[in-house]
Structure formats: C-alpha cells, structure tokens
C-alpha cells in the first residue's frame, strides 16, 4: 500500500508550492483580464477562494474528528454544508432575494439519493461515511444548479424576443421560456456526463485514489467509485430540472423590469425596448 504521507508530504515545501500555483493562478487571471458579464474581474475570487479553502480545510481538519463521533454534530455539520451550498448556488445565478430558490434543486436532487443510501445500509449513518458522500452530492448539485441557472437565464435575456414571439403563437408563458432555455440549461450536465465517460482513461477521481491509499482494493475502489459517478448524474439531472422549472415560473431570476406576458402578466428578468412597428419588447 502507498502510504498518503509519501504521496504528498504536508511540509514547508508544500506551502510554498501552493503559493506559487495560487499566485500564478491570480496572475494569469489578472493579465489575461479574466471577468464575468458584469465585467468583475476573476483575479482576486481565485485568490479569496484560495485563501478560503485553506482556512476552512484547516478547522474541518481539527473538527471532523468529533463530528464523526456524535449524531447531533453530523447532523448539524450536512446541514451546514446544505445552507453554504444553498448560498453559494444562489447569489451565482443572482443578486436579488429569489437566491434561496437554489434550495430547491440542491435539496431536491441530493435528499432522496440520501435517504435512499441509508435505507438500503449502502451507507451507514456514521460521518465517516455520511460526510464525503453526503458532500460529494452536494457539491455536484451545486455546480450543476449555477451553470443551469446561469446558462438559462443568460439565454433568456438574448433571446427575448423568441420568448415573445413564442407566446404570440400562443405558447404559454412557461412553455415559451422552457423551449428557449432548456438547451442552454441542459449543458450544465456535460461536466459530469465527461467525467463518468473518461473515468479510468483521462482521471483517476478523488473517492478511487482515496481508497486505494486507505488500503481497500481496487476493486473495492472502483465500485464505491462507480457508486458515487452514477449517483452524481442522478443528483446533477434532477437539479438541472428543477433549476429549469423555477426560472421558467419565474420563481428564480435576476433583478430588472419584468416581461409582458399574457394577462397582462409581467415576467421577471426582462427589460422593455422599442421593436418593430413601435411595440415593446426587451
């Protein structure tokens, strides 16, 4: 067995070394004036983020011992990283108070695999377990709900006006927002999909080295591994949908003037424009 220690040993020389890859990081972010659409440069997210995860690595490390141990703690301790997770998602897709809608599709898509793991005893209610697993599915809920709603709420104010054009042919509101977003929102499954695809032939993910350096066989490694891919496209599907469903009701979007939909309904999201003939569209 390769012991952890030999494969990266925690010493003076890995500090510095993980100063200079972060450095670089924020420095190639910086010269290559990487931003987002509201053109907030993506420089100093990566140094906070770095700074971030080593601070928080730290007091995990410190704590998880007596989280594991104690049912109470576990369970405040994944409810913590569903409310940061819920957080996190949220003010990704927007500035304004719809954020807590991310709760929906990060709950949505990681209780059900959860409770169905702990009744099956595939995954038993210790935090040696129930921690990683648990954590692995939220983090794939929450990429998969900020690059769905991201994707899809970007391609609605684009494509403003085949929304408009759709409810003019008499699609409903919804049903005219589903048609242009979906596509848009549905690339936030690609991550995982080529993940899963490339296993073993381009990356060896964290859970399968994680084992191996445990001790367990590689056999035992590949089926927890496999476990964990096949339950993340189950996670990160059911988050899309459900990311999708609630900006096409208009439950989670971006600040702005709203959208004349029928009834006089008013969308949100939208702003109002001159078009042809001197109608209003965005």
Same mark, same amino acid.
């Given at each position: 067995?390769?012991?952890?220690?030999?494969?990266?040993?925690?010493?003076?020389?890995?500090?510095?070394?993980?100063?200079?890859?972060?450095? @670089?990081?924020?420095?190639?972010?910086?010269?290559?004036?990487?931003?987002?659409?509201?053109?907030?440069?993506?420089?100093?997210?990566?140094?906070?983020?770095?700074?971030?995860?080593?601070?928080?690595?730290?007091?995990?490390?410190?704590?998880?011992?007596?989280?594991?141990?104690?049912?109470?703690?576990?369970?405040?301790?994944?409810?913590?990283?569903?409310?940061?997770?819920?957080?996190?998602?949220?003010?990704?897709?927007?500035?304004?108070?719809?954020?807590?809608?991310?709760?929906?599709?990060?709950?949505?898509?990681?209780?059900?695999?959860?409770?169905?793991?702990?009744?099956?005893?595939?995954?038993?209610?210790?935090?040696?377990?129930?921690?990683?697993?648990?954590?692995?599915?939220?983090?794939?809920?929450?990429?998969?709900?900020?690059?769905?709603?991201?994707?899809?709420?970007?391609?609605?104010?684009?494509?403003? %006006?085949?929304?408009?054009?759709?409810?003019?042919?008499?699609?409903?509101?919804?049903?005219?927002?589903?048609?242009?977003?979906?596509?848009? @929102?549905?690339?936030?499954?690609?991550? %995982?999909?080529?993940?899963?695809?490339?296993?073993?032939?381009?990356?060896?993910?964290?859970?399968?080295?994680?084992?191996?350096?445990?001790?367990?066989?590689?056999?035992?490694?590949?089926?927890?591994?496999?476990?964990?891919?096949?339950?993340?496209?189950?996670?990160?599907?059911?988050?899309?949908?459900?990311?999708?469903?609630?900006?096409?009701?208009?439950?989670?979007?971006?600040?702005?003037?709203?959208?004349?939909?029928?009834?006089?309904?008013?969308?949100?999201?939208?702003?109002?424009?001159?078009?042809?003939?001197?109608?209003?569209?965005?």
């Amino acid at each position: 067995m390769l012991a952890a220690a030999a494969l990266l040993p925690v010493n003076a020389t890995l500090g510095v070394v993980l100063a200079v890859l972060l450095v @670089a990081a924020v420095g190639v972010a910086a010269l290559a004036r990487l931003a987002d659409g509201r053109e907030r440069g993506y420089a100093r997210a990566i140094a906070v983020a770095g700074l971030r995860a080593a601070v928080q690595l730290a007091a995990v490390s410190a704590l998880i011992g007596w989280v594991v141990h104690a049912l109470p703690l576990l369970l405040c301790f994944v409810l913590l990283m569903f409310a940061v997770a819920v957080r996190t998602a949220g003010r990704r897709i927007t500035d304004n108070g719809t954020w807590w809608w991310a709760a929906a599709p990060i709950g949505v898509g990681v209780l059900p695999v959860v409770v169905v793991l702990l009744l099956t005893g595939l995954v038993p209610l210790k935090g040696i377990a129930l921690i990683p697993i648990t954590g692995i599915l939220i983090g794939g809920a929450l990429t998969a709900t900020v690059l769905a709603g991201r994707r899809a709420l970007d391609e609605l104010r684009t494509r403003h %006006g085949e929304v408009e054009a759709g409810m003019a042919l008499g699609l409903l509101d919804r049903e005219a927002r589903l048609e242009i977003a979906r596509p848009a @929102a549905s690339d936030a499954l690609l991550p %995982g999909l080529d993940q899963t695809r490339t296993v073993g032939l381009v990356t060896l993910p964290g859970a399968f080295v994680g084992m191996l350096l445990g001790g367990a066989s590689p056999t035992l490694a590949g089926a927890v591994q496999l476990f964990v891919l096949v339950a993340l496209m189950a996670v990160q599907a059911v988050a899309v949908a459900v990311t999708l469903e609630l900006i096409a009701r208009g439950r989670l979007h971006r600040d702005g003037g709203r959208s004349e939909g029928r009834g006089g309904r008013r969308w949100p999201g939208f702003r109002r424009s001159r078009t042809l003939n001197g109608a209003e569209g965005e």
